[in-house]
């Protein structure tokens, strides 16, 4: 039963004390971020992974390219396993390095040595692996526009992956207009842009994020319409037009920090994962906090990891034969450890 899971979950945890730490990711299901050690957005897990150098065994709840991130800032001592290998990200996988590589020629052709790749932490570790050896680096939706700025100090033009939405959308708040956007079609080896190739200053991948997308211009316009006092905040996954009509956008974290901190009485609908948004309507119980969709929005491969996933990677432990091990190749992970560290130096 459940109830018996849980409680031989809380054993577990008992016994290998600080042997194990269980980062879990705001959009985990409650029977599973329940136990987490630590709960948080990406750019604060990859910062919670780095400093804990104690813990033999890392189980990562969340989706496989953090599990990865957790690796390559982890000692060589520390093993991290994700509880369900079918915990991937549809974002993540919209960009292969092979097609990154082809599109890096080809827009060098075009472009010459003018740009600096950065890629989204929602990515392979060879992605991140490319950006650290082009003097590139990794961000996340926390640090977008801290990062986007560092890039453009560097070079003229930014290649940035694989989240179309969070590039547009991070790159017009620092005033890059949209006709300064060029998108990358990694299927049909593209440049989709209309203007003068001289004039772009982002080149957008052609990925996105399955889950954000559903948020429509449809479900903001229902929402006014029923709600005349509503505050409507996003993720800024979100596409361009249902950023530009919500009230407030920004990750994970500062959705939370928001509602948190709103006067009680305030209603928010919120584009972002269902998880987070049930936790915190039943958190926030002076304020009424909903889906900006109906339909919710569930992350399907976050949702992967559930308690007896969890028991299940906790018990292989115990029995000394641990499953589901996430290890990059050694060549790979010194790469991506100098993109990623170029971000969290920041
Ligand atoms: P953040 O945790 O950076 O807000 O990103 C959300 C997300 O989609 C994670 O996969
Ligand atoms: Fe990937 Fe989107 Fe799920 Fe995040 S919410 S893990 S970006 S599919």
Request: hydrophobic residues 40%.
């Amino acid at each position: 039963s459940e109830k018996q899971m849980e409680n031989r979950v809380r054993e577990i945890k008992r016994e290998l004390g600080t042997r194990l730490f269980m980062p879990g990711h705001y959009y985990q299901k409650d029977e599973v971020i329940q136990f987490a050690d630590d709960t948080g957005d990406s750019l604060q897990l990859a910062k919670t992974a780095a400093a804990n150098k104690e813990a033999e065994y890392i189980v990562f709840c969340g989706v496989h390219f953090m599990a990865e991130t957790a690796d390559i800032l982890s000692e060589d001592h520390q093993t991290v396993l994700l509880p369900d290998l079918r915990a991937g990200c549809s974002m993540a996988d919209m960009a292969d390095i092979n097609q990154v590589e082809t599109a890096w020629e080809v827009l060098q052709q075009k472009l010459g040595d003018t740009m600096i790749p950065l890629t989204y932490v929602n990515s392979t570790a060879a992605i991140k692996a490319f950006c650290g050896e082009h003097e590139g680096a990794t961000l996340t939706s926390s640090n977008a526009s801290d990062m986007l700025q560092w890039a453009f100090a560097q070079k003229e033009r930014i290649l940035f992956l694989p989240d179309q939405h969070l590039g547009r959308n991070t790159a017009y708040d620092l005033g890059i207009p949209l006709e300064k956007m060029a998108v990358w079609d990694p299927i049909n080896n593209k440049l989709e842009y209309e203007g003068n190739l001289e004039d772009i200053r982002m080149i957008l991948w052609k990925g996105h994020c399955s889950v954000h997308e559903k948020f429509t211009m449809e479900n903001v316009d229902n929402v006014r319409r029923e709600h005349q006092d509503v505050n409507i905040i996003v993720h800024p996954e979100c596409t361009f037009d249902v950023v530009q009509a919500a009230d407030d956008a920004g990750s994970t974290n500062k959705i939370i920090k928001t509602i948190q901190s709103a006067p009680s009485e305030t209603k928010w609908a919120v584009g972002t994962e269902m998880n987070l948004v049930n936790r915190l309507a039943q958190e926030e119980t002076d304020k009424t906090v909903f889906s900006l969709n109906p339909n919710m929005c569930p992350c399907l491969t976050m949702n992967r990891i559930d308690l007896p996933h969890l028991l299940w990677s906790l018990e292989s432990i115990i029995e000394g034969k641990p499953h589901h091990i996430i290890e990059v190749e050694e060549k790979t992970k010194r790469k991506a450890l100098s993109a990623l560290e170029r971000m969290l130096q920041r």
